[in-house]
């Protein structure tokens, strides 16, 4: 292992989060955006319908989630035997080049192909980035790594989201997609010159990887992630309408309302590292049940400023509290494949992040109101809580609360 001094450390886990935070910026500006895009991509059908056009538009959403489910397992087959630093490298030039076509694109298909390509890196970077972080940090340290990648994330909904909205509505959403691309290349940048070499796993393969979806255990706790975590992209995907048409405010208020979910997002992913790595059962049960009270609650209180604020805060709290939790645990169900555990839990999350804005959307063109996603949001995580009791109650021995020994960084 190299000798890595404490500066050295601290540089290296924050060149790989500031990677999340690109992730956390190319993830979520479109929800702050939709109904600018809606606007632009397609101005026949916005002015039909606003509602229905930006429920179209959510198909940007959609369409990265897919493209996630997509290129997180795939990539994690194909690059077994990659070092874990020159895939992170590999990936974030995809996102550069995927995200700079998003923003160039002339049309709403082309920008939709764009977004898919972008989207094919995510998965792979949170799996490679967060078990080079974990690996820093050493062992017994599997949720505080994730959480390392998740906290770049949750930095970026606390100030990135909100500044890049806020740039999106007022030199248009090309600009901001455009900007995100330049984080990447920032990002590429510092990796380059701070991150240590990590041997891939001893043995991996192609093969060894995908033997993970041998495992019941994985698609069940793939599962888990894929519909319980939907519950909360079912509130976040429409935050900037119901923003406006629920609680009455004016557009500007829509990075503020992102920025005080981002700080609860942030909050509950500090706090979720540490106790996942103490008990991941009690994380993920407990998680669950704070994300079902909080998303109910947003759907009463959401019309009033107050509540809107005080609502996305505590939704946004318990969505990151479970995140490290589902992440180990998928890691853990798969010991002998860890790039493809951490990389499916991104693509269950990114299914979750598909189905809760698509149902959301179904509701919503079906003409039952913006707040009704909220109602689709409890029933997708309450799904997601029994899924879980399952998975715990399946296995034959009890859920690992720390994970496997990762491999070192060698010298680079």
Same mark, same amino acid.
């Given at each position: 292992?190299?000798?890595?001094?404490?500066?050295?450390?601290?540089?290296?886990?924050?060149?790989?989060?500031?990677?999340?935070?690109?992730?956390?910026?190319?993830?979520?500006?479109?929800?702050?955006?939709?109904?600018?895009?809606?606007?632009?991509?397609?101005?026949?059908?916005?002015?039909?319908?606003?509602?229905?056009?930006?429920?179209?538009?959510?198909?940007?959403?959609?369409?990265?989630?897919?493209?996630?489910?997509?290129?997180?397992?795939?990539?994690?087959?194909?690059?077994?035997?990659?070092?874990?630093?020159?895939?992170?490298?590999?990936?974030?030039?995809?996102?550069?080049?995927?995200?700079?076509?998003?923003?160039?694109?002339?049309?709403?298909?082309?920008?939709?192909?764009?977004?898919?390509?972008?989207?094919?890196?995510?998965?792979?970077?949170?799996?490679?980035?967060?078990?080079?972080?974990?690996?820093?940090?050493?062992?017994?340290?599997?949720?505080?790594?994730?959480?390392?990648?998740?906290?770049?994330?949750?930095?970026?909904?606390?100030?990135?989201?909100?500044?890049?909205?806020?740039?999106?509505?007022?030199?248009?959403?090309?600009?901001?997609?455009?900007?995100?691309?330049?984080?990447?290349?920032?990002?590429? !940048?510092?990796?380059?010159?701070?991150?240590?070499?990590?041997?891939?796993?001893?043995?991996?393969?192609?093969?060894?990887?995908?033997?993970?979806?041998?495992?019941?255990?994985?698609?069940?706790?793939?599962?888990?992630?894929?519909?319980?975590?939907?519950?909360?992209?079912?509130?976040?995907?429409?935050?900037?309408?119901?923003?406006?048409?629920?609680?009455?405010?004016?557009?500007?208020?829509?990075?503020?309302?992102?920025?005080?979910?981002?700080?609860?997002?942030?909050?509950?992913?500090?706090?979720?590292?540490?106790?996942?790595?103490?008990?991941?059962?009690?994380?993920?049960?407990?998680?669950?049940?704070?994300?079902?009270?909080?998303?109910?609650?947003?759907?009463?209180?959401?019309?009033?400023?107050?509540?809107?604020?005080?609502?996305?805060?505590?939704?946004?709290?318990?969505?990151?509290?479970?995140?490290?939790? !589902?992440?180990?645990?998928?890691?853990?169900?798969?010991?002998?494949?860890?790039?493809?555990?951490?990389?499916?839990?991104?693509?269950?999350?990114?299914?979750?992040?598909?189905?809760?804005?698509?149902?959301?959307?179904?509701?919503?063109?079906?003409?039952?109101?913006?707040?009704?996603?909220?109602?689709?949001?409890?029933?997708?995580?309450?799904?997601?809580?029994?899924?879980?009791?399952?998975?715990?109650?399946?296995?034959?021995?009890?859920?690992?609360?720390?994970?496997?020994?990762?491999?070192?960084?060698?010298?680079?």
């Amino acid at each position: 292992m190299e000798n890595l001094t404490a500066g050295r450390r601290r540089a290296a886990l924050l060149a790989l989060a500031l990677g999340g935070f690109g992730l956390g910026l190319t993830e979520f500006v479109a929800m702050g955006l939709l109904p600018d895009l809606a606007r632009d991509l397609l101005p026949a059908a916005y002015a039909r319908s606003a509602p229905d056009a930006v429920a179209t538009a959510g198909w940007m959403i959609t369409i990265y989630a897919l493209g996630v489910v997509v290129g997180a397992p795939t990539i994690a087959a194909l690059t077994a035997r990659l070092p874990r630093r020159r895939l992170v490298i590999l990936l974030l030039a995809l996102f550069i080049v995927g995200t700079v076509a998003s923003a160039l694109a002339p049309t709403f298909t082309l920008v939709l192909t764009g977004r898919f390509l972008a989207a094919l890196a995510h998965g792979a970077y949170f799996g490679a980035a967060g078990l080079l972080a974990a690996s820093m940090l050493g062992p017994g340290s599997q949720g505080k790594g994730f959480a390392v990648v998740l906290g770049g994330l949750t930095a970026a909904n606390v100030f990135g989201v909100p500044l890049i909205t806020a740039l999106g509505q007022a030199a248009g959403w090309r600009a901001a997609y455009l900007a995100v691309a330049a984080v990447f290349a920032l990002t590429l !940048l510092f990796v380059l010159f701070t991150v240590p070499e990590m041997t891939a796993a001893p043995g991996g393969s192609p093969r060894a990887e995908l033997a993970a979806f041998k495992s019941p255990h994985v698609w069940l706790a793939a599962a888990v992630a894929a519909v319980g975590f939907g519950g909360f992209f079912a509130v976040n995907s429409y935050i900037a309408p119901i923003t406006t048409h629920v609680t009455g405010l004016a557009e500007s208020y829509v990075p503020w309302v992102l920025a005080v979910m981002g700080i609860g997002m942030t909050a509950g992913n500090a706090v979720g590292g540490l106790t996942a790595d103490r008990n991941l059962r009690r994380s993920v049960l407990l998680g669950f049940v704070a994300m079902i009270g909080t998303i109910a609650l947003f759907g009463l209180v959401a019309a009033t400023p107050v509540g809107l604020f005080a609502g996305a805060f505590l939704v946004g709290f318990a969505a990151l509290f479970i995140g490290p939790a !589902l992440q180990a645990r998928l890691i853990a169900v798969a010991p002998g494949a860890q790039l493809m555990g951490a990389a499916v839990n991104q693509s269950a999350s990114n299914v979750a992040n598909s189905a809760g804005a698509a149902l959301g959307g179904v509701v919503i063109a079906a003409g039952w109101g913006y707040l009704s996603s909220v109602w689709i949001g409890v029933a997708l995580a309450a799904t997601g809580l029994a899924l879980a009791l399952l998975s715990f109650r399946l296995d034959r021995h009890p859920a690992p609360t720390e994970a496997p020994r990762l491999p070192e960084p060698a010298s680079a």
